[in-house]
């Protein structure tokens, strides 16, 4: 099934003949990549957009991947804390930084002459809120999802990644930085460099699965149940790091990590 699967990916990557392909160094972008190397070779190249708000871990371990898979890869800055509408934090903001980062991918695939932009969206985003989507549908056919357009579950994309051995393959989620704040406050880039060091830190110490939310210098601390118990024998080193970095307090979340949970307010607002 996985290698029909695959053979399905080439077959469609392969239909569009020059391809970018937006790149975020995740596991839905790297098999893309990889897949669109092999079978375009030149004519397809691998483009990472930077932002405040992605991690500076994640920009060395993108370009790492791209190297190990051979693709030519771009580095493009865009500062999206210059736009409004996405520096004041609404439930809106992925769709507006979607449409920034799709418009300075879109100006590289013109000056390179390439068909079509390939995007990550697999079939398993459809059941969370992703705002961006919004961005991508009203860019019309430059933009296409192969994941999605085939089905392919997030599962699926893990699997494939680990048949073609690509180091990524359990690789988890990295939503951009500034889903680490409350709709409506207010994003800066003091802000986002505070909630990066502290993420950084639990990285850098072992931790994998967690988020560190900011709430107005509260720092909120989504970590497995698994841990949890690790995460407060390192207390009093979390502590002084976070405090050393302008938190006024630091939380652990008894709920633990969970991909979204500054949505579960849009959710419960829904309800009322």
């Not at 969370?128 to 991508?136: F, L, N, Q």
Request: net charge negative; aromatic share 8%.
């Amino acid at each position: 099934m996985i290698n029909s699967k695959i053979e399905s990916l080439k077959k469609d990557i392969a239909s569009h003949e020059s391809v970018l392909v937006a790149f975020s160094g995740g596991v839905d972008s790297g098999i893309l990549a990889f897949l669109a190397h092999e079978v375009l070779g030149d004519k397809a190249i691998a483009v990472t957009v930077n932002l405040h708000s992605f991690p500076e871990r994640e920009l060395k371990a993108a370009k790492k991947l791209a190297s190990d898979i051979g693709i030519e890869h771009k580095v493009v800055q865009v500062d999206e804390l210059s736009f409004p509408q996405i520096a004041e934090n609404s439930p809106n903001r992925c769709y507006y930084c979607k449409k920034e980062i799709l418009a300075a991918m879109n100006k590289v695939r013109k000056n390179h002459g390439l068909n079509f932009i390939l995007e990550g969206s697999n079939s398993s985003d459809l059941a969370s809120y992703r705002p961006g989507r919004k961005a991508i549908e009203e860019a019309g056919n430059i933009v296409y999802s192969p994941l999605m357009e085939l089905d392919i579950s997030k599962n699926e994309v893990r699997q494939i990644a680990g048949e073609l051995g690509l180091s990524v393959a359990d690789k988890m989620s990295s939503p951009c930085l500034a889903s680490r704040f409350p709709y409506g406050e207010a994003l800066t880039e003091e802000g986002i460099k505070r909630v990066d060091s502290a993420e950084s830190f639990l990285f850098n110490n072992g931790l994998q699965g967690f988020r560190v939310r900011d709430h107005k210098g509260i720092a909120r601390i989504e970590v497995s149940p698994d841990d949890m118990l690790k995460l407060i024998s390192m207390k009093e080193e979390i502590t002084q790091y976070f405090k050393d970095i302008g938190f006024s307090y630091v939380t652990m979340d008894l709920e633990g990590f969970r991909s979204g949970s500054m949505d579960e307010v849009l959710w419960k607002q829904h309800e009322i």
